[in-house]
């Protein structure tokens, strides 16, 4: 059984038009970093709720929750989140779900995290919750994004940065514009091209590395034959250890 919940709204912080986080209040149980959760809110007149999986953003020993979401134009769950208030309640599943957690990552020289959009989210838990972290000599953290404003969660990453002294290493993209701190273009396109390679400094190899994939289904499974048809990489299973493990994010 995995019931519903009341969890209390402490905060909305609407950080674009279509972008926000949402910090919530809730006695769910223990999670793990890089699990994600569900929503849930009565559609207006209906007596079906709408729900959706949503990661967490925070630590697994903080104290509140903190959710990170795309406004889609036409989302009945996304518009309704967006316009709660404080002291409002929405739906949320007393226990998490998901496998896309350290403890089903192999030992690796280097592990490699990539994100686009909110899928940064399960990556700043991970992060921020700094457990079976020492195993690994290298961590990159790569997040793509269209637009630079699109970077919300940077500041944090620069912190998690300073944090793991230079066990962390970060590189934004963006893909619609120019901007003078992050590479330019899609995932698949500055894999193929080494670019992000070169920039960071580390060789992806299938005998030193661990990739992480979460995001648009649509980099994932690029991301993914590419990898696997140019670096010999493969789909890591409980049974079969691989180098790719991977999470779609809607």
Sequence with gaps: MNP???AEVLKIKKWTKSLFSIFLKAPISNFQAGQFTKLALYETNEKKKIQRAYSFVNAPSSQNLEIYIIRIPNGK??????????????FIKKHAFGFFILNEIPN????WMFATGT????????????KD?????????VHAVRYKNELIYLPLMKELNTKYNGKLKIQTIVSR???KNSLLGRIP??????????????????DNSHIML????????????????ERNMTKHLRKKNGQITMENYW
């Excluded at 899928?119 to 700094?130: D, K, N, V």
């Excluded at 690994?136 to 953290?141: D, M, P, R, S």
């Excluded at 396109?189 to 299938?206: A, R, T, Y």
């Design 119 to 130: 899928a940064i989210g399960p990556y700043c838990s991970i992060l921020q919750e700094g």
């Design 77 to 90: 769950l996304s518009n309704l989140l967006y316009n709660l208030k404080v002291g409002d309640n929405v």
């Design 133 to 141: 972290i020492k195993r690994f000599k290298n961590i990159v953290l």
């Design 214 to 229: 979460c995001g648009n289904p649509l980099m994932v499974k690029e991301t993914y034959f590419l990898l696997n048809k």
């Design 189 to 206: 396109f500055l894999l193929k091209n080494k670019i992000i390679e070169n920039k960071i400094g580390l060789d992806i190899h299938c």
């Design 177 to 179: 514009e120019k901007d």
């Design 108 to 111: 690796c020289e280097t592990l």
């Design 4 to 6: 519903w919940i009341n």
